[in-house]
């Protein structure tokens, strides 16, 4: 046997003996930590799991979340502004693609359309249902602001009306203000949506936009 082979075997020889040794090691340390009053191991994994399930239930998709997702599909809109109180309504149409996301646990909806006056407008939503606070939830950016809106929602004891309070930062005030937002279910692929916003002049709530979708 040559001085290679003998010192490979030496190396193997040692390694064994090293990992002998500090399997004994651990085993003696765990044996202390019972008696150095450390944390029993049984009662934190059992805290753990507990804990686990609990985020678990929070994430979980239910009944609120099939609620949302009866919307998916593609959706004609006709839609009827006021830009101010007291005028004269404009009308446009355009198309709200709804599409279940994050294993149904949110829909996305993509808008186009056009803006009276101000060209194209494109729009995407992220609505949802946290099931901690027990609460519809959604954020809304578009091609028009560089604002982010934020909304809560409560469902109608029926479930066929979702309402929705939106708040951003008014351009012509510089301060938070509020949209409400009505969803009505009308039928199986029929449904309309109401903004209400508060006028800065006066301060008045007034009837900002109406749209009658109807799904393709």
């Not at 919307?71 to 101010?84: F, I, L, Y």
């Not at 194209?120 to 982010?148: Q, R, W």
């Amino acid at each position: 046997m040559n001085c290679t082979k003998l010192l490979s075997l030496a190396s193997v020889a040692a390694a064994g003996l090293a990992l002998v040794i500090a399997t004994a090691v651990i085993a003696e340390q765990a044996t202390d930590s019972t008696d150095t009053g450390q944390p029993d191991t049984k009662l934190t994994s059992e805290w753990a799991e507990t804990d686990a399930q609990t985020y678990m239930l929070a994430g979980a998709p239910g009944k609120m979340h099939e609620h949302l997702a009866k919307g998916v599909g593609v959706w004609d809109c006709k839609t009827t502004m006021w830009m101010a109180p007291d005028t004269e309504p404009v009308q446009s149409v355009g198309t709200t693609t709804v599409t279940s996301v994050m294993d149904g646990r949110y829909i996305q909806c993509e808008i186009a359309g056009e803006m009276p006056g101000m060209g194209p407008y494109l729009a995407t939503g992220f609505y949802g249902y946290d099931n901690v606070a027990k609460t519809f939830v959604s954020t809304f950016i578009d091609n028009h602001s560089t604002g982010i809106m934020n909304g809560v929602g409560e469902l109608s004891d029926d479930g066929k009306t979702l309402t929705w309070k939106f708040t951003f930062n008014c351009p012509i005030t510089g301060k938070p203000a509020v949209i409400r937002e009505v969803e009505t279910i009308t039928g199986e692929n029929t449904k309309t949506l109401e903004m209400f916003g508060t006028d800065p002049k006066s301060g008045k709530e007034f009837k900002m936009m109406s749209i009658e979708m109807t799904r393709k």
